[in-house]
């Protein structure tokens, strides 16, 4: 199977898949990154278990079988490249084996652009080799995906199937999160069973969902200045069996709620796309890192994402946080940062000389656990997972000699492509 994401999902999505099916016959699966011209960047898996089972993978943006490479010379025709694949021994027993009723196809070209004339010669092509293959883009049951490059034509089946990961989404909010996104949120972050989880851009509630069914917390906390975004944050939650969660209305900018200070503070906050298109937005992330440094607890980390990710990294280093995590993702058209930053499980000699006792910063309360890198936050970035005595000795130290990590590196032997368009500026 080729498994998709939004780009710069990978690794994550290839950490995923790494935990699913080790029931099957053919024990857990094995994720495969492949990146090349002609089919993009995907997680390839062997399945021997139930399809569904992908369905595990809550960063998958979609499922394919792949079918074998053709060549395409300079000038054939495409269209009859694809009407080949498609009449191939693999797709005929593909298609006859898994489709239950007629076997209705839509042409999609990965390229982008509808290309009516291709698909017209492509499916009549089809049609007089094997009439039960339908042309059907209404009703399809396959989605025949196209891609071209460096020569060659990859054709991959994908079976249109009722997806129930997200079917907790019962409303939307301008500038929602996509459902995906949040689910890698909720897992660069990782579960600790004493969190206090705070997204204070909360909107329809999707990272806290996710987190929520990721495993276990202590408080789940949402707030939005946007009451109506409340409600529908409540929709969600409630459907997604978090019904412990507090929401509260207020500005994300005015400190963290009342209570134990966050140890997770999760969050996609306005990126100045769709919404919030107000000029110093910059300045108000600033502030938000700023705010978010002293609102966590010792040992808390920041999970987020950044429309500003030099800027921001560099607030949060000001204000005492240390990135582990960084990585460049697709939102859908624009590029922006997860970022991951963690606070000293002990705050560092100098801030105690200041004296300054801001919230969050408390000494009294050194959490259990260790500050949140579980073993596989650590394997995800590539790294050893490091007993729990050497991890608290490097907290303690100001400097932070080793650079972050972007996410992924190393994931199941195979080297992950960084994320396209590093240098691609916000439009
Ligand atoms: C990108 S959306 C959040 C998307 C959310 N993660 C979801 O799944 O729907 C940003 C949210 O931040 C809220 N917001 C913007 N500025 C705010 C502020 N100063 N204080 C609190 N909430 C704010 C908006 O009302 C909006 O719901």
Redo the contacts with the bound molecule.
């Keep these: 199977m080729a498994v998709r994401c939004r780009r710069g999902l990978e690794a994550i999505l290839a950490e995923e898949l790494a935990t699913l099916d080790k029931g099957s016959p053919g024990g857990a699966l094995v994720p495969e990154l492949r990146s090349d011209p002609c089919g993009g960047t995907r997680v390839e898996v062997m399945l021997s278990g139930r399809l569904d089972v992908l369905f595990g993978a809550r960063t998958m943006l979609s499922i394919a079988l792949p079918l074998p490479l053709r060549k395409l010379d300079p000038g054939a025709d495409l269209a009859a490249a694809v009407a080949e694949r498609l009449l191939s021994r693999e797709s005929l027993e593909i298609l006859r084996r898994f489709t239950l009723g007629a076997i209705r196809y839509r042409i999609d070209w990965a390229g982008g652009g509808k290309r009516r004339a291709a698909v017209f010669r492509a499916a009549a092509a089809v049609e007089a080799g094997a009439p039960e293959l339908v042309n059907d883009p209404t009703q399809s049951t396959w989605d025949v995906v196209v891609y071209e490059g460096a020569g060659r034509v990859r054709v991959e089946l994908a079976p249109r199937l009722p997806d129930p990961r997200f079917a907790y989404r019962r409303g939307?909010?301008?500038?929602?999160?996509h459902p995906t996104i949040?689910a890698a949120l909720a897992r660069i972050a990782g579960v600790r069973a004493d969190d206090v989880v705070w997204?204070?851009?909360?909107?329809?509630?999707?990272?806290l969902c996710e987190r929520a069914l990721l495993g276990p917390y202590r408080r789940l906390v949402g707030?939005?200045?946007?009451p109506r975004?409340l409600e529908i944050?409540r929709e969600n939650l409630d459907a997604a069996g978090a019904r412990d969660a507090e929401l509260l209305q207020?500005?994300?900018?005015g400190g963290p709620p009342p209570g134990d200070a966050p140890t997770l503070i999760l969050?996609?906050?306005?990126?100045g796309r769709r919404?919030?298109r107000t000029g110093d937005l910059d300045a108000?992330l600033d502030r938000f890192v700023e705010g978010a440094a002293r609102a966590l607890a010792p040992g808390g980390r920041l999970v987020w994402i950044s429309p500003f990710p030099e800027r921001t990294e560099a607030v949060a280093r000001r204000s005492g946080l240390r990135p582990e995590a960084l990585q460049r993702v697709d939102l859908g058209g624009f590029d922006a940062q997860i970022q991951s930053f963690h606070k000293a499980a002990v705050q560092p000699q100098a801030s105690l000389d200041r004296g300054d006792g801001r919230r969050g910063d408390r000494l009294d309360r050194p959490l259990p656990g260790r500050a949140g890198r579980g073993p596989q936050q650590a394997e995800l970035r590539g790294e050893q997972h490091r007993p729990r005595r050497q991890e608290e000795r490097h907290e303690h130290r100001d400097d932070h000699p080793k650079p972050p990590r972007p996410i992924g590196g190393w994931v199941a032997g195979h080297a992950v492509e960084p994320a396209e368009g590093r240098r691609r500026r916000r439009g």
Aim: a negative charge.
């Design positions: 939307d909010v301008p500038a929602a999160s949040a997204d204070p851009f909360v909107g329809s509630g999707l990272e707030s939005d200045r946007d975004a944050a207020r500005d994300a900018y969050t996609n906050p306005p990126l919404v919030e108000l």
